[in-house]
């Protein structure tokens, strides 16, 4: 499985844009960027996934660099309820669905 | 409204004491999964069935065991042979399991105390 590396945390103030930085380097050609958050005492909630392109929705845009050796998640306006742990997974192929969370990125949003 | 239904929310184990954690969702989802959470760090996979009748074990199996005789449903026992059972539990499912752009639905899990 690819190897991940996310800053242990990050800080935001409400209503500004944040980056949330992932380096992937050994991610296969095959492999899905997934991102994932989770609030405390929560489950992980899904984010958003990408391939090759840049991908948005209503929550947050990926991007993803040429050689998808590393991706950010752009949270246009940070709010309070974007303060979590966020996590970035390289998601396999053949791993039938099987994601490997590591610690994260704790971002803490103030008002 | 569709999603995964963990019970219960809080759950103490005594010496010697098997347990058993409910998972179930009405997602008609085939795969479901067990993750395990220690506090301050990732997620790590228990058992995950694709199918019903059918199970594998995931990174830290031993200790535990699950069934899956319904689509909707994946129990996680934790026996008495899982020494250190405390922790955050989270069952989590998928469409087929066999897609790399497949999304995992979580619980808001099961917190698992020893007495």
């Known amino acids: 499985d690819a190897k991940t590396t996310q800053p242990n945390s990050m800080e935001s103030n409400e209503e500004e844009p944040v980056h949330l930085p992932c380096n992937h380097s050994?991610?296969?050609?095959?492999?899905?960027i997934h991102w994932y958050r989770q609030l405390p005492s929560q489950g992980p909630e899904y984010v958003i996934h990408?391939?090759?392109s840049n991908v948005n929705n209503r929550m947050a845009s990926l991007a993803i660099a040429e050689d998808r050796k590393s991706s950010t998640l752009i949270l246009h306006r940070a709010t309070l309820r974007d303060a979590a742990v966020y996590y970035c997974?390289?998601?396999?192929?053949?791993?039938?669905?099987?994601?490997?969370f590591g610690q994260g990125t704790i971002l803490t949003v103030h008002p | 409204d569709g999603g995964i239904t963990q019970s219960p929310k809080y759950l103490f184990r005594k010496e010697g004491q098997n347990v058993t954690l409910s998972c179930e969702q009405n997602?008609?989802?085939?795969?479901m999964y067990w993750y395990r959470q220690d506090p301050g760090q990732g997620l790590r996979l228990i058992y995950y069935?694709?199918?019903?009748?059918?199970?594998q074990k995931g990174d830290i199996a031993e200790g535990y065991s699950v069934s899956r005789e319904k689509k909707e449903s994946f129990p996680l026992t934790v026996t008495s042979a899982q020494k250190n059972p405390t922790a955050f539990y989270l069952c989590?499912?998928?469409?087929?399991?066999?897609?790399?752009?497949?999304?995992?639905?979580f619980g808001s899990g099961t917190q698992l105390s020893v007495l």
């Open positions: 989590a499912s998928s469409h087929k399991g066999r897609r790399p752009n497949e999304k995992l639905f």
């Open positions: 050994t991610i296969s050609g095959t492999d899905y």
């Open positions: 990408g391939l090759t």
């Open positions: 997974i390289p998601h396999p192929g053949a791993s039938y669905g099987k994601l490997t």
């Open positions: 997602l008609n989802h085939d795969a």
């Open positions: 069935s694709q199918i019903v009748n059918d199970f």
